[in-house]
């Protein structure tokens, strides 16, 4: 049974930096293409970043780079993603997902199989 688990959201001020954590099991990370989505109450789902399996190649959405950086350690089986200079728009509920590793990670929600059940970040002015 695949199982995503995120931790490491609360609440910070503007100008902050987070670094969320998702620990998987049921299965191998080094397989998988790795990615975070946020939803912001009324908004949809939004793309954050994502990892590839093959070569780590990551993608960033306009709205965060040069903010975030992602990682990803297999032998923990966990994915990171580092998020500074942090912004009242950002916050949002955040959720790390996997999908099987495939020629390109991308920020489409509707790619990914498995997710996580979210991590609460909000960003004080």
């Known amino acids: 049974q695949v199982q995503l688990v995120e931790s490491g959201g609360g609440s910070v001020e503007y100008g902050g930096s987070l670094r969320l954590s998702c620990a998987t099991s049921?299965?191998?990370?080094?397989?998988?293409?790795l990615g975070w989505f946020r939803r912001a109450p009324g908004k949809r789902r939004e793309g954050v970043s994502c990892t590839r399996v093959s070569d780590r190649k990551t993608n960033y959405a306009s709205s965060v780079k040069g903010r975030v950086t992602i990682s990803r350690d297999n032998a923990q089986r966990t994915v990171f993603v580092d998020m500074n200079n942090l912004e009242p728009g950002d916050s949002a509920v955040y959720y790390c997902a996997a999908v099987p590793g495939g020629d390109e990670c991308r920020l489409d929600a509707y790619e990914y199989d498995y997710w996580g059940q979210g991590t609460q970040v909000t960003v004080t002015s």
């Open positions: 049921g299965l191998t990370p080094s397989f998988y293409n």
